[in-house]
């Protein structure tokens, strides 16, 4: 670890060493998940797509078990760091390691044997009901393990600032899902269910990519995966969970109101739920360069923060807040000048084409509140601010998003369906620097 980039390297400069890699790797992996609608698109199977858009809140419920001891691991490793004490750092990187595995088998488990109440609860039809087993049979029940240890092995190694070796080991799985989703979805015909194992293998070898690493860096690391520093002491556990938590949330209940979207999408016909499913993906370009910089960012201001250099985590603050709204704005002006363009690269089916360019240009004026809400959760996780981090997590979803679906829902139909995103994020946005700015009163207050 060279400590300068944590302590004395111009701003810039450090952010640029945490998060260009960092950001990169997200590339890639968006362009990986893209690359299942792209290809399944090819098939102009509104229903192949529309199983992908139902399967969507199901599997990135495995992103809230990275999320719960990834993100909670990271944030107390940085921090542990700071104050110098890296048999703590040892102890938490384990505990999320092992507890990661864990729930990811009690969850494959769970959705292998309810997989027909839950597939009818989110919304699938005959025409759909199928595809969408088969997509999460290979990606949750079989991939989970794999796609969880992923994430979870490159926050462990990104919290020591080794954001370069977590990165290579993203965009390894991302561009070989990339390489294997033509062939077995288009060459082979095998559709969704080949875009599920393309993800499934890409997932597995992005894996041994994290155990090599991790196992080569052992002499100098205090990331450990073994057994003997498993520990189940009160203030690991709550550590890692109570800041992991909030991470998890956040997708738990952002897979909740994709649930209830889909769920009261359903009725508006497959068409709907595959051109909003779409919109998604395009959507997700936005998440995930801002998943890239936000988690790039954290174990920067982690340590800073541990280390009582208050005046360096405001300054790493402030420069993450303006270049992600600066990019959050670029993406809103791209999509409304070209909506069709865009649609168009997914399916080439003319009604799914336009709902879609008819959703997105609605959708997407949620990027700036979406971004700076997932910039803020990150300062406030990275810092240990679980109770900030919880309020704004459920705020913005189980307070106004899930209740703005129904009520937008009864009211203007579809469209209030994809209304409700912008109005939500853009709210919890206000809030959630409202929250950040008595935060910081209250640094200077301790410091009176």
């Known amino acids: ?40 698109g090819q098939t102009n199977d509104p229903n192949q797509i529309a199983a992908l858009t139902l399967s969507f809140p199901i599997f990135m419920l495995l992103v809230a078990v990275a999320n719960l001891m990834g993100i909670g691991a990271n944030s107390l490793i940085s921090r542990s760091l700071g104050m110098n004490k890296p048999e703590q750092a040892k102890k938490a990187s384990a505990f999320g390691f092992y507890g990661a595995i864990l729930v990811t088998i009690i969850y494959s488990l769970a959705l292998f044997v309810f997989m027909k109440p839950i597939l009818t609860v989110v919304g699938a039809s005959s025409g759909t009901y199928d595809f969408t087993k088969s997509y999460l049979i290979w990606t949750v029940v079989i991939g989970g393990i794999p796609t969880v240890m992923n994430l979870v092995m490159g926050h462990l190694i990104r919290a020591e600032g080794n954001s370069k070796q977590a990165s290579i080991g993203t965009a390894l799985g991302g561009v070989i899902n990339i390489l294997l989703d033509p062939i077995l979805v288009l060459v082979l015909d095998m559709g969704i269910t080949g875009a599920a194992i393309a993800t499934a293998i890409s997932n597995f070898i992005g894996m041994l990519y994290f155990f090599v690493i991790i196992y080569k860096n052992r002499e100098k690391s205090v990331i450990s995966l073994s057994p003997k520093f498993i520990t189940f002491s009160r203030k690991i556990v709550s550590e890692v969970i109570l800041v992991g938590f909030p991470a998890a949330l956040v997708i738990l209940l952002g897979s909740a109101g994709n649930i209830v979207l889909t769920h009261y999408m359903s009725p508006y016909g497959d068409i709907n739920v595959a051109a909003f499913g779409i919109v998604q993906k395009i959507g997700s370009i936005a998440i995930q360069i801002s998943v890239g910089m ?101 705020f913005r979803q189980a307070i106004l998003l899930i209740p703005l679906l129904i009520f937008m829902n009864s009211v203007v139909g579809k469209y209030g369906l994809v209304w409700s995103q912008p109005l939500s994020d853009n709210i919890s946005m206000v809030i959630g620097f409202v929250l950040y700015f008595l935060m910081l009163r209250g640094q200077k207050k301790e410091k009176i």
């Open 294 to 394: 936000t988690q790039g960012i954290m174990p920067l201001i982690g340590y800073n923060y541990a280390a009582g250099n208050h005046s360096r985590t405001k300054a790493v603050c402030k420069a993450s807040f303006i270049m992600l709204i600066a990019y959050a704005v670029f993406c809103v002006v791209l999509i409304e000048l070209f909506p069709s363009p865009v649609i168009n690269v997914f399916i080439d089916e003319a009604q799914t084409v336009s709902l879609g360019v008819d959703f997105v240009k609605r959708w997407i004026l949620c990027a700036p509140g979406m971004c700076m809400v997932m910039m803020l959760n990150s300062i406030f996780q990275a810092m240990g601010k679980w109770k900030q981090s919880m309020f704004l997590s459920v």
């Open 1 to 40: 670890m060279d400590k300068k980039y944590f302590e004395s390297a111009p701003i810039l400069k450090s952010i640029s060493k945490f998060v260009v890699p960092t950001v990169l790797s997200q590339m890639v992996t968006l362009i990986y998940n893209l690359a299942d609608t792209f290809f399944v």
